[in-house]
Protein backbone atom coordinates (compact mmCIF):
# COMPACT_ATOMS: atom_id res chain seq x y z
CA UNK A 1 0.00 0.00 0.00
CA UNK A 2 1.16 3.70 -1.00
CA UNK A 3 2.54 5.14 1.90
CA UNK A 4 0.20 8.97 2.39
CA UNK A 5 -0.11 12.08 3.94
CA UNK A 6 -2.46 11.18 6.71
CA UNK A 7 -0.38 7.96 7.70
CA UNK A 8 2.90 10.81 7.52
CA UNK A 9 0.38 12.71 10.08
CA UNK A 10 -0.59 10.01 12.53
CA UNK A 11 3.05 8.52 12.48
CA UNK A 12 4.52 11.69 13.63
CA UNK A 13 1.61 12.45 16.26
CA UNK A 14 2.31 9.29 17.80
CA UNK A 15 6.00 10.19 17.96
CA UNK A 16 4.61 13.30 19.65
CA UNK A 17 2.86 11.62 22.03
CA UNK A 18 5.63 9.14 23.08
CA UNK A 19 7.92 12.38 23.63
CA UNK A 20 6.06 13.91 25.68
CA UNK A 21 4.76 10.79 28.02
CA UNK A 22 8.99 9.79 28.05
CA UNK A 23 9.09 13.63 29.64
CA UNK A 24 6.48 12.97 32.33
CA UNK A 25 7.68 9.36 32.80
CA UNK A 26 11.57 9.71 33.05
CA UNK A 27 11.11 11.67 36.76
CA UNK A 28 9.53 8.49 38.69
CA UNK A 29 12.04 6.05 38.27
CA UNK A 30 14.90 8.35 39.83
CA UNK A 31 13.12 10.01 42.99
CA UNK A 32 15.26 8.64 45.08
CA UNK A 33 18.27 10.09 43.53
CA UNK A 34 16.24 13.32 43.19
CA UNK A 35 15.73 13.01 47.13
CA UNK A 36 19.30 12.63 47.87
CA UNK A 37 20.54 15.64 44.89
CA UNK A 38 18.96 18.19 47.04
CA UNK A 39 18.40 16.52 50.39
CA UNK A 40 14.64 16.77 49.94
CA UNK A 41 11.75 14.90 51.68
CA UNK A 42 9.40 12.51 49.43
CA UNK A 43 6.69 14.00 50.56
CA UNK A 44 8.09 17.54 48.46
CA UNK A 45 9.11 15.47 45.28
CA UNK A 46 5.98 14.02 45.19
CA UNK A 47 4.10 17.26 45.75
CA UNK A 48 6.53 18.59 42.60
CA UNK A 49 5.11 15.38 40.60
CA UNK A 50 1.57 16.08 41.25
CA UNK A 51 1.97 19.55 40.23
CA UNK A 52 3.23 17.91 36.79
CA UNK A 53 0.14 15.83 36.41
CA UNK A 54 -2.10 18.49 37.54
CA UNK A 55 -0.64 20.62 34.95
CA UNK A 56 -1.00 18.38 32.19
CA UNK A 57 -4.75 17.59 33.14
CA UNK A 58 -5.00 21.80 33.29
CA UNK A 59 -3.47 21.96 29.94
CA UNK A 60 -5.79 20.39 28.27
CA UNK A 61 -8.57 23.53 27.36
CA UNK A 62 -6.28 26.44 26.73
CA UNK A 63 -4.60 23.73 24.30
CA UNK A 64 -7.60 23.60 21.82
CA UNK A 65 -8.32 27.16 22.23
CA UNK A 66 -4.44 28.06 21.12
CA UNK A 67 -5.21 25.93 18.27
CA UNK A 68 -8.01 27.53 17.49
CA UNK A 69 -6.06 30.76 17.58
CA UNK A 70 -2.68 29.41 15.88
CA UNK A 71 -3.59 26.56 14.41
CA UNK A 72 -2.77 22.79 15.59
CA UNK A 73 0.69 22.31 14.13
CA UNK A 74 2.29 25.32 16.18
CA UNK A 75 0.60 23.80 19.29
CA UNK A 76 2.22 20.40 18.56
CA UNK A 77 5.35 21.80 18.27
CA UNK A 78 5.21 23.47 20.81
CA UNK A 79 4.01 20.72 23.38
CA UNK A 80 7.21 18.68 21.38
CA UNK A 81 9.52 21.51 21.85
CA UNK A 82 8.52 22.96 25.06
CA UNK A 83 8.41 19.05 26.76
CA UNK A 84 12.03 19.14 25.59
CA UNK A 85 13.11 22.37 27.14
CA UNK A 86 11.94 21.78 29.74
CA UNK A 87 13.11 17.99 30.75
CA UNK A 88 16.40 19.54 29.79
CA UNK A 89 15.50 22.42 32.70
CA UNK A 90 15.00 19.87 35.09
CA UNK A 91 18.18 17.60 34.35
CA UNK A 92 19.83 21.20 35.22
CA UNK A 93 18.44 22.55 37.99
CA UNK A 94 20.88 23.57 40.30
CA UNK A 95 18.22 24.51 43.12
CA UNK A 96 15.03 22.34 44.23
CA UNK A 97 12.99 25.64 43.90
CA UNK A 98 13.86 25.36 40.00
CA UNK A 99 13.62 22.02 39.78
CA UNK A 100 9.77 22.30 41.36
CA UNK A 101 8.88 24.91 38.72
CA UNK A 102 10.70 23.19 35.94
CA UNK A 103 8.52 20.07 36.58
CA UNK A 104 5.43 21.70 36.78
CA UNK A 105 6.55 23.60 33.73
CA UNK A 106 6.97 19.88 31.91
CA UNK A 107 3.41 18.39 32.41
CA UNK A 108 1.87 21.99 31.08
CA UNK A 109 3.54 22.47 28.07
CA UNK A 110 3.33 18.28 27.51
CA UNK A 111 0.08 18.71 28.20
CA UNK A 112 -1.17 21.09 25.30
CA UNK A 113 -0.54 17.73 22.84
CA UNK A 114 -3.47 15.32 23.44
CA UNK A 115 -5.94 17.34 22.52
CA UNK A 116 -5.02 19.37 19.74
CA UNK A 117 -3.12 15.99 18.38
CA UNK A 118 -6.50 14.04 18.37
CA UNK A 119 -8.78 17.19 17.06
CA UNK A 120 -5.90 16.96 13.93
CA UNK A 121 -6.56 13.24 13.14
CA UNK A 122 -10.45 13.49 13.21
CA UNK A 123 -9.55 16.12 10.41
CA UNK A 124 -7.51 13.83 8.65
CA UNK A 125 -9.08 10.48 8.81
CA UNK A 126 -12.59 8.88 8.51
CA UNK A 127 -11.96 6.28 10.94
CA UNK A 128 -10.74 8.00 13.53
CA UNK A 129 -11.38 5.50 16.23
CA UNK A 130 -8.01 3.42 14.55
CA UNK A 131 -6.21 6.80 14.10
CA UNK A 132 -6.97 7.50 18.23
CA UNK A 133 -5.88 3.33 18.96
CA UNK A 134 -2.21 4.06 17.00
CA UNK A 135 -1.81 7.48 18.59
CA UNK A 136 -2.46 6.41 22.64
CA UNK A 137 0.11 3.49 21.44
CA UNK A 138 2.81 6.36 21.78
CA UNK A 139 2.11 6.62 25.85
CA UNK A 140 1.82 2.91 26.10
CA UNK A 141 5.30 2.34 24.05
CA UNK A 142 6.33 5.27 26.66
CA UNK A 143 5.40 3.36 29.48
CA UNK A 144 7.10 0.50 28.82
CA UNK A 145 10.24 1.71 27.61
CA UNK A 146 11.11 4.90 29.59
CA UNK A 147 11.59 3.15 33.30
CA UNK A 148 13.90 0.44 31.87
CA UNK A 149 15.86 2.84 29.70
CA UNK A 150 16.13 5.87 32.25
CA UNK A 151 17.04 3.18 35.17
CA UNK A 152 19.89 1.82 33.25
CA UNK A 153 21.18 5.42 32.29
CA UNK A 154 20.91 6.34 35.96
CA UNK A 155 23.24 3.31 36.69
CA UNK A 156 25.86 4.60 34.12
CA UNK A 157 25.68 8.05 34.15
CA UNK A 158 23.28 9.71 36.87
CA UNK A 159 19.89 11.03 36.87
CA UNK A 160 20.50 14.16 35.33
CA UNK A 161 22.01 12.64 32.16
CA UNK A 162 18.96 10.13 32.08
CA UNK A 163 16.23 12.83 32.36
CA UNK A 164 17.90 15.25 30.01
CA UNK A 165 17.88 12.26 27.38
CA UNK A 166 14.49 13.00 26.58
CA UNK A 167 16.17 15.59 23.61
CA UNK A 168 17.96 12.53 21.69
CA UNK A 169 14.43 11.74 20.95
CA UNK A 170 12.49 15.34 21.62
CA UNK A 171 14.43 17.16 19.07
CA UNK A 172 14.57 15.11 16.29
CA UNK A 173 10.80 14.69 16.59
CA UNK A 174 10.49 18.41 16.73
CA UNK A 175 12.26 18.60 13.60
CA UNK A 176 10.68 15.73 11.92
CA UNK A 177 7.02 17.34 12.79
CA UNK A 178 7.75 20.94 11.44
CA UNK A 179 9.64 19.58 8.11
CA UNK A 180 7.11 16.93 7.54
CA UNK A 181 3.63 18.40 8.52
CA UNK A 182 1.85 20.72 6.31
CA UNK A 183 0.75 23.88 8.47
CA UNK A 184 -2.94 23.91 10.03
CA UNK A 185 -5.52 26.87 9.63
CA UNK A 186 -6.53 28.19 12.44
CA UNK A 187 -10.33 28.53 13.24
CA UNK A 188 -10.65 31.61 14.99
CA UNK A 189 -7.38 33.64 14.33
CA UNK A 190 -8.93 36.77 15.12
CA UNK A 191 -10.52 36.45 18.49
CA UNK A 192 -8.85 37.24 21.49
CA UNK A 193 -8.12 34.33 23.59
CA UNK A 194 -9.85 36.56 26.42
CA UNK A 195 -13.09 35.81 24.63
CA UNK A 196 -12.87 32.38 24.58
CA UNK A 197 -12.31 31.66 28.23
CA UNK A 198 -16.19 32.14 29.06
CA UNK A 199 -17.43 30.21 32.55
CA UNK A 200 -21.09 30.03 30.54
CA UNK A 201 -20.04 28.49 27.46
CA UNK A 202 -18.21 25.91 29.11
CA UNK A 203 -21.20 25.46 31.48
CA UNK A 204 -23.46 24.98 28.37
CA UNK A 205 -21.28 23.00 26.89
CA UNK A 206 -20.47 20.14 29.44
CA UNK A 207 -24.09 20.37 30.57
CA UNK A 208 -25.47 18.88 27.35
CA UNK A 209 -27.10 15.44 28.07
CA UNK A 210 -24.85 13.38 25.28
CA UNK A 211 -21.38 15.17 26.36
CA UNK A 212 -22.17 15.13 30.17
CA UNK A 213 -23.33 11.48 29.75
CA UNK A 214 -19.77 10.81 28.27
CA UNK A 215 -18.18 12.54 30.68
CA UNK A 216 -19.42 10.14 33.43
CA UNK A 217 -17.64 7.18 31.47
CA UNK A 218 -14.56 9.02 30.83
CA UNK A 219 -14.30 10.24 35.09
CA UNK A 220 -15.01 6.62 36.22
CA UNK A 221 -12.87 4.91 33.46
CA UNK A 222 -9.85 7.53 33.80
CA UNK A 223 -10.53 6.60 37.75
CA UNK A 224 -10.72 3.34 37.53
CA UNK A 225 -7.18 3.25 35.05
CA UNK A 226 -5.20 5.39 37.53
CA UNK A 227 -5.98 3.55 40.68
CA UNK A 228 -4.83 0.31 38.36
CA UNK A 229 -1.41 1.75 37.18
CA UNK A 230 -0.76 2.94 41.23
CA UNK A 231 -1.63 -0.56 42.38
CA UNK A 232 -1.68 -3.34 40.64
CA UNK A 233 2.12 -4.76 40.85
CA UNK A 234 1.30 -4.09 44.65
CA UNK A 235 -1.93 -5.82 44.37
CA UNK A 236 -0.42 -8.84 42.59
CA UNK A 237 2.54 -9.08 45.53
CA UNK A 238 0.27 -8.67 48.41
CA UNK A 239 -2.79 -9.85 47.55
CA UNK A 240 -1.83 -13.03 45.76
CA UNK A 241 1.89 -13.38 46.95
CA UNK A 242 3.15 -13.31 43.68
CA UNK A 243 7.12 -12.24 43.91
CA UNK A 244 8.03 -8.65 42.84
CA UNK A 245 9.95 -9.79 39.80
CA UNK A 246 6.68 -11.53 38.31
CA UNK A 247 4.72 -8.92 39.44
CA UNK A 248 6.99 -6.24 37.61
CA UNK A 249 6.82 -8.60 34.35
CA UNK A 250 2.74 -8.50 34.38
CA UNK A 251 2.89 -4.83 34.66
CA UNK A 252 4.68 -4.70 31.67
CA UNK A 253 2.47 -7.10 29.74
CA UNK A 254 -0.50 -5.35 31.20
CA UNK A 255 0.99 -2.10 29.16
CA UNK A 256 1.89 -4.32 26.16
CA UNK A 257 -2.07 -5.37 25.97
CA UNK A 258 -2.98 -2.11 26.15
CA UNK A 259 -1.07 -0.65 23.33
CA UNK A 260 -2.29 -3.70 21.06
CA UNK A 261 -5.78 -3.81 22.29
CA UNK A 262 -6.53 -0.74 21.83
CA UNK A 263 -5.88 -0.32 18.27
CA UNK A 264 -7.95 -2.83 17.93
CA UNK A 265 -10.77 -1.34 20.50
CA UNK A 266 -10.94 1.47 18.05
CA UNK A 267 -11.00 -0.40 14.77
CA UNK A 268 -14.35 -1.88 16.55
CA UNK A 269 -15.70 1.01 17.40
CA UNK A 270 -15.44 2.35 13.85
CA UNK A 271 -17.51 -0.66 12.80
CA UNK A 272 -20.83 -1.56 15.36
CA UNK A 273 -20.57 1.88 17.22
CA UNK A 274 -18.83 3.76 20.26
CA UNK A 275 -21.16 2.42 22.61
CA UNK A 276 -20.84 -1.04 22.02
CA UNK A 277 -17.21 -1.09 22.06
CA UNK A 278 -17.19 1.10 25.36
CA UNK A 279 -19.58 -1.42 27.02
CA UNK A 280 -17.40 -4.39 25.89
CA UNK A 281 -14.47 -2.44 27.49
CA UNK A 282 -16.47 -2.14 30.70
CA UNK A 283 -17.46 -5.52 31.26
CA UNK A 284 -13.91 -6.76 30.24
CA UNK A 285 -12.95 -5.09 33.34
CA UNK A 286 -15.87 -6.27 35.56
CA UNK A 287 -14.83 -9.92 34.72
CA UNK A 288 -11.15 -8.91 34.94
CA UNK A 289 -11.53 -7.67 38.49
CA UNK A 290 -13.68 -10.41 39.23
CA UNK A 291 -11.05 -12.49 38.57
CA UNK A 292 -8.47 -11.26 40.14
CA UNK A 293 -10.28 -11.11 43.39
CA UNK A 294 -12.23 -14.25 43.29
CA UNK A 295 -9.34 -16.49 42.15
CA UNK A 296 -5.53 -17.08 42.78
CA UNK A 297 -4.35 -19.41 40.71
CA UNK A 298 -1.44 -18.44 38.02
CA UNK A 299 -3.77 -19.31 35.11
CA UNK A 300 -6.79 -16.68 36.46
CA UNK A 301 -4.09 -14.19 37.43
CA UNK A 302 -3.06 -13.94 33.79
CA UNK A 303 -6.36 -14.12 32.47
CA UNK A 304 -7.36 -11.17 35.21
CA UNK A 305 -4.61 -8.91 34.12
CA UNK A 306 -5.18 -9.42 30.26
CA UNK A 307 -9.22 -8.75 30.78
CA UNK A 308 -8.24 -5.55 32.81
CA UNK A 309 -5.63 -4.65 30.33
CA UNK A 310 -8.69 -4.66 27.81
CA UNK A 311 -10.98 -2.50 29.49
CA UNK A 312 -8.17 0.09 30.06
CA UNK A 313 -7.89 0.30 26.40
CA UNK A 314 -11.21 2.39 26.31
CA UNK A 315 -9.92 5.26 25.33
CA UNK A 316 -9.66 4.60 21.04
CA UNK A 317 -13.63 4.32 21.64
CA UNK A 318 -14.47 6.90 24.38
CA UNK A 319 -12.36 9.89 22.50
CA UNK A 320 -14.34 9.61 19.10
CA UNK A 321 -17.34 9.57 21.19
CA UNK A 322 -16.61 13.02 22.65
CA UNK A 323 -15.65 14.22 19.37
CA UNK A 324 -18.91 13.19 17.18
CA UNK A 325 -20.87 15.87 19.80
CA UNK A 326 -18.74 18.82 18.92
CA UNK A 327 -18.69 20.99 15.74
CA UNK A 328 -15.91 21.81 13.61
CA UNK A 329 -15.63 24.84 15.50
CA UNK A 330 -16.24 23.67 18.75
CA UNK A 331 -13.50 20.55 18.38
CA UNK A 332 -10.69 22.20 19.69
CA UNK A 333 -11.66 24.15 22.73
CA UNK A 334 -14.69 22.00 23.80
CA UNK A 335 -12.10 18.56 22.99
CA UNK A 336 -9.84 20.11 25.86
CA UNK A 337 -12.18 21.19 27.62
CA UNK A 338 -14.09 17.88 28.72
CA UNK A 339 -10.49 16.31 29.14
CA UNK A 340 -9.61 18.99 31.90
CA UNK A 341 -12.80 18.43 33.97
CA UNK A 342 -12.57 14.68 33.50
CA UNK A 343 -8.37 14.28 34.30
CA UNK A 344 -9.11 16.38 37.47
CA UNK A 345 -12.09 15.02 38.48
CA UNK A 346 -10.55 11.20 38.06
CA UNK A 347 -6.94 12.18 39.47
CA UNK A 348 -8.55 11.17 42.86
CA UNK A 349 -8.22 7.17 41.67
CA UNK A 350 -4.90 6.68 43.43
CA UNK A 351 -5.79 8.07 46.82
CA UNK A 352 -9.38 6.63 46.68
CA UNK A 353 -8.15 3.06 45.80
CA UNK A 354 -4.95 3.49 48.66
CA UNK A 355 -7.86 4.57 51.36
CA UNK A 356 -9.84 1.56 50.60
CA UNK A 357 -6.60 -0.72 50.95
CA UNK A 358 -6.02 1.17 54.30
CA UNK A 359 -9.41 0.92 55.27
CA UNK A 360 -11.16 -2.53 54.43
CA UNK A 361 -8.44 -3.92 52.63
CA UNK A 362 -7.85 -5.29 48.81
CA UNK A 363 -11.09 -7.24 47.86
CA UNK A 364 -13.25 -4.32 48.50
CA UNK A 365 -10.70 -1.77 47.07
CA UNK A 366 -10.88 -3.47 43.20
CA UNK A 367 -14.15 -4.76 44.03
CA UNK A 368 -15.14 -1.12 43.97
CA UNK A 369 -13.57 -1.03 40.90
CA UNK A 370 -15.07 -3.75 39.09
CA UNK A 371 -18.54 -2.22 40.75
CA UNK A 372 -17.33 1.02 39.07
CA UNK A 373 -17.26 -0.58 35.59
CA UNK A 374 -20.16 -2.32 35.68
CA UNK A 375 -22.22 0.98 36.88
CA UNK A 376 -21.03 2.37 33.75
CA UNK A 377 -21.89 -0.85 31.25
CA UNK A 378 -25.41 -0.64 32.97
CA UNK A 379 -25.72 3.15 31.93
CA UNK A 380 -24.73 2.37 28.73
CA UNK A 381 -26.63 -0.51 28.09
CA UNK A 382 -30.02 1.44 29.10
CA UNK A 383 -29.35 4.12 27.35
CA UNK A 384 -29.36 2.07 24.19
CA UNK A 385 -32.05 0.17 24.93
CA UNK A 386 -34.62 2.83 25.69
CA UNK A 387 -33.24 5.09 23.02
CA UNK A 388 -32.22 7.89 25.05
CA UNK A 389 -29.81 9.22 22.70
CA UNK A 390 -27.06 10.34 25.12
Not at 366 to 385: D, E
Amino acid sequence: MRWRYKETVLTLCTLAFFVTMVGRLALSPVVPQIVETFAASNAVVGLALTGMWLAYGLAQYPSGILADRYGERRVILVAVGGATLAALSVALSPLFALFFLSTILLGGVAGLHYSVATTLLAQTYDNVGTAVGVHNSGATIAGLCTPVAVAWITVQFGWRIAVAAVATIGIPAAVLFAVKVRPTDPRRPETPLRERVQLSVARELLSRPPIAFTLVIAIVSEFTWQGTASFLPTFLIDYHGVSTTFAGALFSAYFVTQGVVQIGIGAVSDRIGRDGALAGCMLAGLVGFGTLVIRSSTVSIFVGVFFVAVAMSYGSALMPRFLREFSEAERNAGFGLVRTTYMIAASLGSAVVGLLVDLFGWPVSFGFLAAILGAVFLMIAINRAFGFGY
